[in-house]
T-cell receptor, first 111, second 114 residues
Framework: KNEVEQSPQNLTAQEGEFITINCSYS?????LHWLQQHPGGGIVSLFM???GKKKHGRLIATINIQEKHSSLHITASHPRDSAVYIC?????????????FGKGTLLTVNP | DVKVTQSSRYLVKRTGEKVFLECVQD?????MFWYRQDPGLGLRLIYF???????EKGDIPEGYSVSREKKERFSLILESASTNQTSMYLC?????????????FGNGTRLTVT
């Protein structure tokens, strides 16, 4: 069964710290998504990548296709970054529309 | 910006009731999705629609049906609600079905079936 594993499950940091959240998957993919879910439910798409690295503000997402691994980094973390971060992949050869989701990483940034 | 609107944030229904969850998107997206999200299980796809009146079952379609009569609206129907359908329901849309199209999510509907 193709799975997506995220680590850590929970992460608590102090404001200003550098944060790393990891995502591993089992077979070849065509795309990987990082999503952010704030308390209350709404989900926002942060990044979609299939190779290399993307940056948006204080957020950086990297992917290593050979290692089947992606990381989401947050620089100079802030309490408003507190949320659940979800990794999702679209497996190569699978249905075009189907994503497999990780269980999420709950990040709490304390002031 | 794409807006995906779910009609209710919180809903409480009784076992056996027929429940309608509505979702509307304003960007003429072809594809719409219904997911449910449960603690420890992550998001799971219930149904997907790639065009008006077209639908495909996802991973957990049992106990659910869907309707897409207009491109902008995708409804999830619980024919006879049961307590194991208590969950957070999330609607999403995307422009293309392919892997390069990001998903846009609604704010979710937290359904409690008593």
């Amino acid at each position: 069964k193709n799975e997506v594993e995220q680590s850590p499950q929970n992460l608590t940091a102090q404001e200003g710290e550098f944060i790393t959240i990891n995502c591993s998957y089992s077979v070849g993919i065509s795309a990987l998504h990082w999503l952010q879910q704030h308390p209350g439910g709404g989900i926002v798409s942060l990044f979609m990548l299939s190779s290399g690295k993307k940056k948006h503000g204080r957020l950086i997402a990297t992917i290593n296709i050979q290692e089947k691994h992606s990381s989401l980094h947050i620089t100079a973390s802030h309490p408003r970054d507190s949320a659940v971060y979800i990794c999702a992949v679209r497996y190569s050869g699978g249905s075009n529309y189907k994503l497999t989701f990780g269980k999420g990483t709950l990040l709490t940034v304390n002031p | 910006d794409v807006k995906v609107t779910q009609s209710s944030r919180y809903l409480v229904k009784r076992t056996g009731e027929k429940v309608f969850l509505e979702c509307v998107q304003d960007m003429d997206h072809e594809n719409m999705f219904w997911y449910r999200q449960d603690p420890g299980l992550g998001l799971r796809l219930i149904y997907f629609s790639y065009d008006v009146k077209m639908k495909e079952k996802g991973d957990i379609p049992e106990g659910y049906s869907v309707s897409r009569e207009k491109k902008e609206r995708f409804s999830l129907i619980l024919e006879s609600a049961s307590t194991n359908q208590t969950s957070m329901y999330l609607c999403a849309s995307s422009l293309l079905a392919g892997y390069n199209s990001p998903l846009h999510f609604g704010n979710g509907t937290r359904l409690t079936v008593t």
